[in-house]
């Protein structure tokens, strides 16, 4: 522990904390676990960066449907793979359990929304629906229920009807099913 | 597209006219109008995206999450400009201010919510969260290169959001900055941006104001601490934080638990974690403020021995010890200070209960508020199944299974939402004489057991006499009470959930509900039942009879013990052993949630019952929680299956925070309370022997006050409040009004919410409209026109337009107007009044194609447009202009109203008379606009333009009447 304490450095772990919703424990820890993740050449570069592979090795990450997605939303690069330990405080912050619910449906929102254009159209529904179920053939929904589950997803939540969900749909939605904010959680 | 934000969009002229007949559709279309989407790029625009693609991959500058300043700045700076056109180089008029109705496309949706809009009442977070909203929703569309944002302008955007979000946050104070800036939906590095133009302006601005508002308590604290800097003690304030999650308890067992059960299971261990930790403090309170006083003042050794039955009996040899009430005595000891033992015991028992009665009914209000007020009660199941997913699930094959239980779920939910059970009379009386019986048959089961047990406890205590030595049958004979009361806590909720099985009940939700409701109304009769019995039958009969009473209790904490382990092993172990070796069908069991916190309530229930006549009863209850933390994790790993079902478990918490308020917590403090105030305390033993109720110790330690000068005010608090009725008058009267405006708020609270819900529809409305308007402006001038050429080209009308681009929808869709009007006037020489008639007629003619038909839809809403209001000349022009002359410019009007169908896509057309027509309706046009110029030159200003602009005004009246009836 203090070895990697004094790798951080005390003013920068101060920031993480001011900056992130992480305890300096839960920073120590992160910082542990993410030097773990870096190969050895990767450790001399000035901002080291946490290939996507390696992060998807994480056993917290490891089984979640989303695991792909959720690397590709807090990765700041320009090809939106690996993490540099600032985007993986980001992630832990996000999911910790002291954030608040606005940032918590904010990045859902994003790892739900497969294309990036902002909105959760059919598409995304019907991706989200897949991840959540399975995405093999057996266990898929058939096109028919698809349908039916899209149409009612829209009906529910697409207030101003304009066939997709936005955010601030979204995040009515999520402030109408409180079992969100404590299942929305990762912890190292 | 571009000349569109050009200033030309603010020409109102120009805005008008362009939207002059666009506006009469209705305004509703129920789909998704993305205007970009459907459209095909014209060349230039094709050109610019593959651009896009080569230059910088797909869509990986365009994301529209790029919201903050760095980032997105960066992702800006890297937009292709391949054929981009050069008219960009002044700065667009409508930049500065941004909050006017400026297009973005779809973003400014978004700068529709602009804080301004809001009273200033609301908090500074507010506003800071929605500017992080709307910095992320610049490109919502996902690529701004389509938006005809110029690059310069969309820096100077973000820009002026970072500089407003940066002012916000300085008005704020240093901790509400640090929460600011940590709830941004940002990347670290922006917020970090942010931080550190926020420090650096503060600074700049400090050397010149050094007293502002805001920095007050910084100040404030920074003079309190002395030298101490905020830094410290910000890091402080970390460290304590730091060390309650180091003392945090099993943290690795509740990850391991959660990760393969999810946060229903979890939440049973969380809420036995919380009991656990209550009980460690009412065990610390206890044992530090009476009995470590009554042990340090005068303790009689006893000369019982410890025959080891005593530790499941409680009698025997913890008779005479400090676990009961009976070992304790009164005097008081003045050594460094006067302590008196009486009030000791008192108020450290009434403040426990405060304290617990605080907590609990806080956590419980705070619970009903995120939980019940705001979820749905009707709400459909199916999105918040899906974005209810549990992400704190690691185990492989826990995610199988719960993504199979997910799929069934979403399957159960959808069949039950298409059949849409409709119940024949007959089924419903059939359903609810079931109901009937079994509400009928449980009820009476518990009070049968309650009679059961009023019976047994006379006859045990008819057994029982005042004899101070027993023999160990007599004390085994004891137990009978609690094995049986036990035994039917064990048993009867069995039997209520086979009932279960076989009631028909709509949701599952009303399932459970219903079956916890009968086990709590059977523990509630038991435990009253008991209640009843030890204040009136054993209060009056036996010498000691509190001791008695916490003997009995201390029986029922220990016998419920064995038998939630029993059950644990019969619920669960046994189950499983038959579910995977017997009967396969019946597969690994559930953990049963709502069964198990049950019964912890129930035990909860027992402990606080207990506090009183038992001050040490919580050291037993701790020992059982820890023991049953351990058993129920290893039970829950080794024999159960994660639940079946997901979701609720946020609401199933609720319900039983507030069982343990209201039935549990409410119900042992009530019986507190009148053995404290009504009860005669035993003559022979307890602190309070030489008086007539426990209460009365406060009175006679007042009359000792009543000396004491400094001690007054108490002496008045007590006359003046706790002992007159009136205050409690006063107090329920006022609680009571509290209550009632607080009920008016929560009403219209429902009503606001309401109509803002209808008002996000309306804009929701609203948005579609325009974004369909946008699209038919795309549509009608599908190519790029510099600033300065559009006057000009809406001078020669839209059929320049028309003319370049023959490929060009709006081609197509007059041909096809001529071809449905064709019927009625073939081939007549062109004249506007035989194009509307023909225009007029078309609806009709397509009215039986179908719907899907766009062009047709188009035209029929027109026409009803049409229908709804028909053409009247307004009395006066709001902008003050002459009256409209209907002759001069009905022609014009006419047209005007045909090019609505460039909406419509292409429809394919069967070669032939294509550009004859097309000349036609040039010519109508231009004959149209001529007859306007002639109609009324005098009138309004000069040029060939004036009708148009006096279109253009009828146009904007028209919209305002077609307004206020929609």
């Known amino acids: 522990m203090g070895a990697t304490a004094s790798h951080l450095g005390k003013d920068l772990l101060s920031e993480y904390q001011e900056l992130t919703f992480l305890t300096k424990q839960e920073i120590l820890l992160a910082h542990k676990r993410f030097t773990e993740l870096l190969s050895r050449e990767d450790k001399n570069l000035p901002e080291p960066r946490a290939p996507t592979e390696a992060i998807l090795t994480l056993p917290e990450l490891k089984s979640n449907p989303f695991r792909e997605r959720i690397v590709r939303v807090f990765s700041t690069s320009e090809s939106r793979d690996g993490l540099t330990f600032e985007d993986f405080l980001d992630l832990l912050s996000a999911f910790s359990d002291s954030a608040t619910l606005e940032i918590k449906s904010h990045y859902a929102f994003r790892i739900f929304d497969f294309d990036d254009d902002g909105t959760l159209d059919e598409n995304d529904l019907e991706k989200l629906v897949n991840c959540l179920t399975g995405e093999t053939d057996d266990t898929r929904l058939t096109p028919d229920e698809m349908k039916q589950l899209i149409s009612n997803i829209l009906e529910e939540s697409d207030i101003d009807k304009d066939g997709t969900v936005n955010l601030s749909e979204f995040q009515h ?9 404590s299942s929305f959680k990762i912890v190292l | 597209m571009s000349h569109y934000s050009d200033g030309s969009f603010y020409n109102p002229a120009y805005h008008d006219s362009e939207t002059l007949e666009l506006d009469r559709r209705p305004p509703f279309k129920p789909r998704h109008s993305n205007p970009y989407a459907q459209d095909p790029p014209p060349p230039w625009q094709a050109a610019r995206a593959s651009a896009v693609s080569t230059v910088t991959g797909p869509r990986a500058n365009a994301d529209p999450w790029e919201g903050g300043a760095g980032r997105g700045l960066r992702a800006l700076g890297a937009l292709p400009l391949g054929p981009r056109p050069s008219q960009h180089q002044d700065p667009p008029p409508w930049q500065r201010p941004p909050h006017h109705s400026s297009v973005h496309g779809g973003g400014s949706y978004h700068d529709a919510a602009a804080p301004s809009r809001f009273p200033a009442t609301f908090s500074a977070n507010m506003t800071m969260r929605l500017r992080g909203m709307r910095r992320m929703s610049m490109f919502p569309n996902g690529d701004p290169s389509h938006l005809s944002i110029t690059e310069g302008a969309i820096r100077n955007e973000l820009e002026y959001e970072e500089q407003n979000l940066v002012k916000e946050l300085m008005a704020c104070s240093t901790k509400e900055r640090i929460e600011g800036i940590r709830k941004l939906p940002m990347t670290y590095h922006e917020k970090k941006h942010i931080r550190n133009r926020v420090l650096a302006s503060k600074s700049s601005k400090k050397s010149r104001h050094l007293s502002c508002l805001a920095d007050c308590s910084e100040s404030m604290s920074l003079i309190l601490t002395g030298g101490m800097s905020l830094q410290s003690l910000r890091r402080c304030a970390s460290g304590v934080a730091a060390a309650r999650q180091a003392l945090d308890l099993w943290q690795g067992t509740m990850k391991e638990v959660g990760g393969s059960f999810g946060s229903s299971v979890l939440s049973y261990f969380l809420f036995l974690k919380s009991l656990l930790l209550l009980n460690v403090f009412s065990f610390v309170v206890n044992f530090s403020f009476i009995t470590v006083p009554m042990l340090a003042y005068d303790h009689v050794p006893h000369n019982v021995t410890f025959r080891g039955l005593e530790l499941l009996t409680g009698a025997g040899y913890f008779r005479y010890t400090v676990l009961y009430y009976g070992a304790y005595r009164a005097g008081s000891f003045t050594g460094l200070l006067h302590y008196n033992i009486q009030l000791a015991y008192f108020f450290t028992i009434a403040a426990y209960m405060v304290l617990c009665g605080a907590a609990v009914l806080y956590s419980m209000a705070s619970s009903f508020k995120m939980n019940y007020v705001l979820s749905d009660p009707v709400g459909g199941g199916s999105w918040q199944l899906l974005c209810t997913w549990d992400f704190s699930v690691t185990n492989e094959k ?91 806590n064990l048993v009867v909720p069995l039997f209520y959930s086979l009932f279960n099985k076989f009631e028909p ?18 523990k509630m009769s038991i435990l009253g039942i008991l209640c009843y019995f030890w204040v009136h039958e054993v209060a009056h009969k036996f010498s000691c009879w509190e001791s008695r009473v916490g003997q009995a209790l201390y029986r029922l904490v220990v016998f419920d013990f064995f038998f939630m382990m029993l059950g644990s092993f019969f619920g669960e172990f046994l189950s499983k052993v038959i579910g995977t070796r017997w009967i396969p069908g019946l597969g690994v069991p559930e953990f049963d949630v709502a069964r198990n916190v049950l019964d912890l309530i129930y035990a909860q229930t027992l402990a606080w019952i207990g506090i009183y006549f038992s001050p040490l009863l919580p050291v037993l209850q701790i020992i059982k929680f820890l023991v049953l933390f351990y058993l129920k994790k290893v039970s829950l790993i080794q024999n159960c299956q994660p639940p079946r079902r997901v979701g609720r478990a946020a609401q199933m918490k609720t319900i039983f925070i507030a069982l343990l308020f209201f039935p549990s917590f409410v119900g042992s403090l009530s019986l507190v309370a009148y053995t404290s105030w009504s009860l005669t305390p035993s003559r022979l033993c307890g602190p309070f022997k030489d ?10 330690w007042m009359t000792s006050l009543e000396g004491v000068p400094a001690a007054a005010w108490a002496v008045w608090v007590y006359v003046n409040v706790v002992r007159s009725e009136i205050f409690y008058f006063l107090v329920t009267i006022i609680i009571l009004f509290i209550t009632f405006v607080f009920w008016q708020v929560t009403q219209g609270r429902k009503l606001l919410i309401l109509l803002l819900r209808q008002q996000i529809v309306n804009e929701g409305k609203d948005k579609t409209f325009l974004l369909d308007k946008l699209q038919a402006l795309q549509k009608s001038h599908p190519t790029q026109h510099p600033k300065s050429k559009i006057k000009k080209q809406r001078r020669s009308g839209g059929s320049s337009t028309g003319v370049r681009s023959s490929s060009n929808a709006m081609v197509q869709t007059f041909l096809s107007v001529e071809q449905g009007s064709r019927g009625a006037h073939p081939r007549e020489p062109p004249s506007p009044s035989h194009l509307s008639i023909s225009f007029q007629r078309t609806p009709f003619a397509s009215e039986g194609q179908p719907p899907s038909d766009a062009l047709g839809l188009t035209l029929r809403a027109g026409q009803r447009a049409e229908v709804h209001q028909p053409w009247t000349p307004p009395a006066s022009d709001p902008l003050g202009h002459p009256p409209w002359t209907p002759p001069s410019a009905d022609p014009l009007v006419r047209v005007m109203r045909a090019r609505d169908a460039y909406d419509g896509p292409p429809v394919p057309l069967d070669g032939g008379t294509s550009s004859g027509v097309m000349m036609q309706v040039m010519e109508a046009r231009s004959r149209a606009e001529g007859g306007g110029g002639r109609g009324a030159p005098e009138r309004i200003g000069p040029g060939s333009s004036s009708a148009l602009i006096q279109a253009m005004l009828a146009r904007q009246q028209a919209q305002n009447e077609y307004d206020d009836g929609y």
């Open chain 1, 173 to 181: 939605v999520i402030s109408r099913s409180p079992d969100f904010v």
């Open chain 2, 398 to 488: 826990a995610v199988r299974q719960r993504k199979n239980n997910l799929r069934i779920q979403l399957k159960e939910s959808m069949s039950e939402r298409s059949q849409g059970t409709r119940l024949t009379p007959a089924e419903k009386l059939r359903h609810f004489g079931i109901h009937l019986g079994a509400w009928f048959v449980s009820t009476s089961m518990a009070v049968g057991c309650g009679n059961a047990i009023y019976y047994l406890s006379q006859y045990e205590q008819q057994q029982a006499t005042n004899a101070e030595d027993w023999s160990l049958a007599r004390e085994a004979e004891t137990l009978l009470v609690p094995f049986v009361v036990s035994l039917i």
């Open chain 2, 505 to 522: 009940y709509s949701s599952q939700r009303r399932q459970i509900y219903a079956l916890i409701l009968r086990n709590v109304i059977l």
């Open chain 2, 691 to 700: 008086l007539d109720s426990t209460f009365s110790v406060v009175g006679v």
